[in-house]
């Protein structure tokens, strides 16, 4: 059947005008139902319940009371409009042999009228002992002769929005289920294989279940009709983000094949060799940066694996062919770390690097974008800064993003629009190399990076000594002060981490873009621990220092100046000292697993012996006292992650990538394994075969939704 609507391009994104008159009233209604995700008429077909309402049988009143929702029917014996406590309509029910009571607090006067004795009433609801007897409060009413008949199937209960009845948007339900065609995007055969039940078949189902359903099934979502519809979701997000993957192999990038000269020279100059790890994935990127399309790599690796070592292999392969490669990180902090490292193994290579960020004064910031613009720069540095509107590369061949999951989908498309003038063939962009140390559990980087190329580094340079963790009550800071004097009378330094305070339930993501009174916190926490180490020399650096001042007490930190660092959580990423082997962190019990992974890594990174202190404060909620048993129990970044994901689900792990988030509704990550690695298979099938199937299902599935892949 051709579709009525004009093709996926031309189609505004939202509201759409549905065709079929009498199923959207108006654009109230229009701005209602989008509010649900419902912008399309099939739509309204994958509006899956929540629940049911088993109105299909009556239960007698003397079994009533089990606690669950249950039917009943029974006659109005009287009925009265009480005043006291409350006015409260009050009606006396009989079935014959047993007696309810119903109780309304609001009302109108015609469920009065309509509730008058003699009536029969169909009632829904839950039955509890009440003062009288057993009743029922705001039951469900309807006035029914003898003999009505019942529901045929399970009542569904949708997902709604205010001022969207349930008996409204079940009629539009219906409705679309009565007249669109349901027909099946996979073939039989392939059903057959993967034992999946038909499309139809699985949507009837699940809105108009028989009574005889294994309810269990459907309420836990393992009912075949459900992995049908989760299988097809995950099919769809697999489809979009395989067809965006294969759809970049046909763009341009600049060639740059390794030439051994850069690359070569710092591997030589450092004082170690690169672990087997960093070796693989130096290979891979190396191989990409030598295609002619754009390179979209994610490098994954634990904290302290080594993973700027690969970056700057990176960059010199693009500078060896006369490219220019930006840097980017998402905090000064962090920026600035890597242009020390970077400048202090580049520069002896005749490489010029050169810094940018927000905060540079405007003469600074025009320099080094002049110097950008006229090619002079090798290699750039910064925050987001360096994508803003007035830095134009000459010829950007590579842009590198540190901790990628903090930036949104704007920031990175203004990146990959940032081709210079000469950046070979018409439309060519340049290569990206994503990195981050927040390791993501494989289902999940199957499903949300299925349109990246993935890259790990499991192992860590070696002589590393695992951290120490230690939960302790914050009633024993005492001990905790102690073990800072003892330490860095050894020579090592310690940070002081202060709480990460959340405002609004939502804790700040960003380190320059902490909170006031986090920022308290720390002014306060920097001034006792001042007074407690008269001898010691405490620094602090909080998000709102100038960078300036940032720069210079990491400095004095790096030089030993600062022994010992008062943090907000600005140096949870990136942050580099291998003599500071101590680290407290109080309010443990406040910050998420990522997070405290991240911190406890700036500890461990050289060859001493390191511990990290979590001071957590009582009463423990059961999520806090997971997230701690979890930290203290593993120092393995995608042990911690998997536990990270039981516990909270995906959103810190996606963090502002937003492209694939929005694509799930029903299938879940954890326990559909199975299904993301089907879907994958299945699509890649799909598409070889150029099956007229895949833009069906994308637009059945994805519709509108299909722009958040352009990322
Ligand atoms: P991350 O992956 O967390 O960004 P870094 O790149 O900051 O890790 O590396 C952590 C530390 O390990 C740095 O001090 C770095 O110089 C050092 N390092 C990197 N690679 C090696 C190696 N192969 N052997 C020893 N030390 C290494
Ligand atoms: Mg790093």
């Keep these: 059947m051709a579709d009525p609507r004009p ?16 199923l959207v009233a108006g654009p109230a209604m229009r701005d209602k139902l989008a509010k649900l995700g419902i912008h399309a008429r099939f739509d309204l077909v994958l509006h899956l319940p929540l629940r049911y309402e088993d ?32 006015r409260t309509l009050v009606v006396k029910c009989s079935d014959g042999r047993s007696e309810l009571w119903l109780r309304f607090l609001n009302f109108y006067p015609s469920q009065v009228k309509q509730m008058a004795p003699g009536r029969r009433l169909r009632l829904f609801g839950e039955v509890r002992p009440g003062f009288f007897g057993a009743e029922m409060v705001h039951p469900k009413v309807r006035v029914v002769d003898e003999g009505a008949p019942l529901a045929a199937s399970l009542t569904p209960v949708y997902p709604t929005t205010a001022g969207l009845s349930q008996a409204n948007l079940r009629g539009f339900i219906e409705h679309a289920l ?40 459907l309420a836990d979502r393992t009912h075949p009709a459900w992995r049908r519809l989760k299988f097809d979701e995950l099919l769809a997000q697999q489809l979009a983000m395989r067809i965006a993957y294969r759809e970049r192999r046909g763009r341009s990038a600049p060639r740059m094949p390794d030439r051994h000269a850069l690359t070569n020279a710092l591997v030589k100059s450092l004082p170690f060799p690169l672990t087997r790890a960093q070796k693989k994935a130096w290979a891979t990127i190396a191989h990409d940066l030598g295609q002619a399309h754009p390179m979209r790599r994610l490098l994954q690796g634990d904290v302290g694996s080594g993973k700027t070592l690969v ?28 242009y020390l490292k970077l400048e202090h193994w580049l520069a002896p290579l005749g490489v010029k690097v050169s810094w940018l960020a927000g905060s540079l004064k405007a003469r600074a910031k025009k320099a080094a974008a002049e110097a950008i613009a006229r090619g002079e720069t090798q290699l750039a540095i910064g925050t987001h800064a360096l994508f803003q509107g007035e830095v134009a590369f000459a010829r950007l061949g590579l842009a590198i993003v540190d901790e990628q999951h903090r930036f949104g989908v704007a920031q990175r498309l203004a990146l990959a629009s940032k081709g210079g003038p000469e950046s070979g063939p018409a439309g060519a962009e340049p290569h990206q190399l994503m990195m981050s140390a ?32 230690k939960l302790v009550d914050e009633s024993r800071r005492e001990e905790v002060i102690r073990r800072i004097r003892e330490s860095c009378a050894e020579g090592t330094q310690a940070y002081w981490v202060c709480p990460l305070i959340e405002e609004r339930g939502s804790p700040s993501r960003w380190g320059d873009a902490e909170n ?41 930190f790096k030089a030993r100046r600062v022994q010992l660092l008062v943090a907000t959580t600005v140096i949870e990423v990136g942050v580099d000292v291998p003599n500071a082997t101590l680290m407290v962190i109080e309010h443990a019990e406040r910050m998420g697993l990522a997070q405290l992974h991240q911190l406890r890594g700036r500890v461990g990174r050289g060859s001493q012996k390191s511990l990290a202190i979590l001071l957590y404060h009582r009463p423990l909620s059961d999520l806090a006292r997971e997230r701690l048993r979890t ?31 929005p694509l799930l509704r029903f299938a879940d990550l954890e326990r559909d394994t199975d299904l993301i690695e089907l879907a994958r298979d ?18 059945r599935w994805l519709g509108h939704r299909q722009f958040y892949l352009k990322a």
């Design 55 to 86: 109105e299909t049988r009556l239960t007698p009143l003397a079994e009533a009371g089990t606690g669950e929702p249950v039917l009943v029917e029974a006659e109005v014996v009287e009925s009265e409009v009480k005043y006291r406590p409350r």
């Design 516 to 556: 006031a009174l986090q920022l308290k916190t720390a002014l306060e926490t920097f001034e006792t621990l001042k007074a407690t180490f008269p001898d010691l020399a405490v620094g602090l650096v909080h998000g709102r220092l100038k960078p300036e001042e940032k720069a210079k007490v990491m400095e004095d």
């Design 311 to 338: 970056a700057a292999l990176a960059a010199l392969q693009a500078i060896e062919n006369d490219w220019q490669v930006a840097l980017m990180a998402p905090t000064e902090i962090l920026a600035e770390q890597h």
């Design 7 to 22: 093709p996926r391009e031309a189609r505004p994104a939202a509201p759409f005008a549905p065709s079929g008159g009498d």
């Design 631 to 661: 930290i203290y129990e593993s120092t393995d970044g995608f042990e911690i992650a998997r536990r990270d994901l039981q516990l909270r689900g995906p959103g810190e792990y996606l963090g502002a990538r937003q492209s694939g988030a």
């Design 438 to 469: 927040t390791p993501i559990p494989r289902t999940l980087s199957m499903s949300y990076y299925a349109d990246l190329d993935v890259s790990v580094i499991d192992e860590l340079p070696p002589g590393r000594t695992p951290v120490v963790t």
């Design 682 to 699: 299945v699509a890649d099938a799909m598409i070889s075969e150029r099956s007229h199937a895949v833009e069906r299902h994308l637009d």
């Design 178 to 217: 009565d007249t669109l065609l349901m027909d099946d995007t996979l073939e039989p055969e392939l059903l057959a294989r993967l034992a999946l039940r038909g499309f139809r078949e699985s949507v009837l189902m699940l809105h108009r279940p028989p009574p005889d359903v294994d309810g269990a099934s």
